[in-house]
């Protein structure tokens, strides 16, 4: 891998200036840190679509439920830009939150409709959270293109929305989901995993493909995705959601169908999707 100089600022005026001397197609990362392989997926997309990198870690309090793990969300500043560099960001963004959320801010941003069930239903106001601080972070960085990971499936959508109808002017990428050898998405919410239930997580996307296989060889969506429910439960599981995305969470022709789920295993929820293809004669 290459090692260039990586410059860390934390101020809009050093990230205006750093900003100002890029020429060229600027991509965009946005993180909120404790960095893994999947992070480092969207940092070497960008590498690949664009003339500089710019990432940023920033641990959103907006997007997080009162009842949420905000306190303990993992934060490894000093490993995190290690891996950055070693993957070619050029321009790492760190704003401490009184630079995002300076007294008197009034603004949030919301998506309607897209936002309304899965991880929407299970997390009020979370939604808005990330389409306020993702907007200001466009707004701050005016990248390019911006990637973000399609684990985060029904995030993406809302983000590509909010970019189209606020003229925002950012191609918003998708990158397919890094998983672990077992199937496990790669996600900063499982360190929280004990070993036993690292263990149980893997029924997660072992039961998802299990679904769109059935679904795949014509069985009814409803049974497949009963038989999912039950799997997933069995592991020990409580599950938020397990549902086909409908048309309102496919904005563009691009996102095709998806099966989402959500489930919490001891303290951790993690979250999941995998294509599906319905066929029309069932
Ligand atoms: N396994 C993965 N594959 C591809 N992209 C990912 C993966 N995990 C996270 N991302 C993407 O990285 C970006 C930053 O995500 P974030 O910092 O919340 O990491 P995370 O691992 O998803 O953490 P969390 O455990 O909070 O969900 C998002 O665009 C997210 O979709
Ligand atoms: C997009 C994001 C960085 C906004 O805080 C966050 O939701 C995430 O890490 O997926
Ligand atoms: N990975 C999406 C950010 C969150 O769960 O808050």
Partial sequence: MQTRPMQTVRTLPELRAARAAMTGRVAFVPTMGALHAGHMALVT?????????????????????PNEDLARYPRQEAADAALLVEHGCDLLWLPPVEVMYPAGFLTTVSVAKIDAAFDGAHRPGHFDGVATVVAKLFGQVRPD?????????????????????????????????????DGLALSSRNA???????????????????????IGRGEPVSLALAAARQAIAAAGFEIDYVEL????????????????????IGTTRLIDNIPVTIRASR
């Fill in 245 to 264: 995305a409908d048309a309102a969470l496919q904005p563009t022709e691009e996102l095709p169908a998806r099966l989402l789920a959500a489930a919490r």
């Fill in 145 to 181: 293109i911006a990637l973000f990971g399609e684990k985060d499936w029904q995030q993406l959508a809302i983000i590509r929305r909010m970019a189209l109808d606020l003229d925002m002017a950012v191609d918003v990428r998708g990158v397919p989901t890094v998983r672990e050898a």
């Fill in 45 to 65: 997309a960008a590498r690949e679509v664009a003339d500089h990198v710019i990432a940023s870690i920033f641990v959103n309090p907006l997007q997080f439920g």
């Fill in 192 to 214: 929280y995993l004990s070993a036993g239930e690292r263990t149980a997580a893997t029924e997660l996307p072992r039961a998802l493909n299990a679904a769109v296989a059935a």
